[in-house]
């Protein structure tokens, strides 16, 4: 399995949702959760930007919300919430689409991921680093197979997943 981050965020900009639940993480909830909830659970971000994104022939405006430094949750170095949904109630741009997370050290080791989101429905290397993938919609990505430590986690809606190779 080969999935490059940029792909594998795009794939989590997918704007149709699907009945299951999407991955979550610290009453982060991808097609659920607004941006007044975040702003009432982590305050103002760090940053923000306004960004077009590009899905199924159509423009949207969406907005990007960065938390680092001592503004990050604990146990995180830089938490990036990317809002703008569409589904069958139209485009909400103020709804949570997906979000990557950069975990400190020892925080969500290998271990902590399979107790909280139980056993990876794929794993794969890519480039050399290893990829974990959930259909929730979670992935998660490894410096090397040999790493416990995730550098970067996603989260977003449910996605199909393709057939093993």
Same mark, same amino acid.
């Given at each position: 399995?080969?999935?490059?981050?940029?792909?594998?965020?795009?794939?989590?900009?997918?704007?149709?949702? @699907?009945?299951?639940?999407?991955?979550?993480?610290?009453?982060?909830?991808?097609?659920?959760?607004?941006?007044?909830?975040?702003?009432?659970?982590?305050?103002?971000?760090?940053?923000?930007?306004?960004?077009?994104?590009?899905?199924?022939?159509?423009?949207?405006?969406?907005?990007?919300?960065?938390?680092?430094?001592?503004?990050?949750?604990?146990?995180?170095?830089?938490?990036? @919430?990317?809002f703008g949904f569409k589904d069958d109630r139209g485009y909400r741009?103020?709804?949570?689409?997906?979000?990557?997370?950069?975990?400190?050290?020892?925080?969500?080791?290998?271990?902590?991921?399979?107790?909280?989101?139980?056993?990876?429905?794929?794993?794969?290397?890519?480039?050399?680093?290893?990829?974990?993938?959930?259909?929730?919609?979670?992935?998660?990505?490894?410096?090397?197979?040999?790493?416990?430590?995730?550098?970067?986690?996603?989260?977003?809606v449910p996605q199909p997943l393709p057939p093993p190779r």
């Amino acid at each position: 399995m080969s999935v490059r981050p940029l792909i594998a965020l795009g794939a989590l900009l997918v704007l149709a949702a @699907l009945p299951a639940a999407a991955a979550d993480w610290d009453q982060l909830v991808p097609a659920t959760t607004t941006q007044p909830q975040v702003r009432e659970r982590f305050g103002a971000p760090t940053r923000t930007e306004v960004v077009k994104v590009q899905a199924k022939g159509e423009t949207f405006d969406t907005d990007r919300w960065t938390y680092e430094g001592a503004k990050a949750p604990p146990g995180v170095t830089r938490l990036v @919430l990317e809002f703008g949904f569409k589904d069958d109630r139209g485009y909400r741009r103020e709804v949570l689409r997906a979000f990557t997370m950069e975990p400190k050290a020892g925080v969500f080791h290998k271990g902590i991921l399979a107790k909280g989101w139980g056993d990876p429905d794929r794993v794969g290397l890519d480039g050399g680093r290893e990829v974990f993938v959930w259909a929730s919609g979670l992935i998660a990505y490894f410096d090397t197979p040999e790493d416990i430590d995730p550098r970067l986690l996603l989260f977003g809606v449910p996605q199909p997943l393709p057939p093993p190779r």
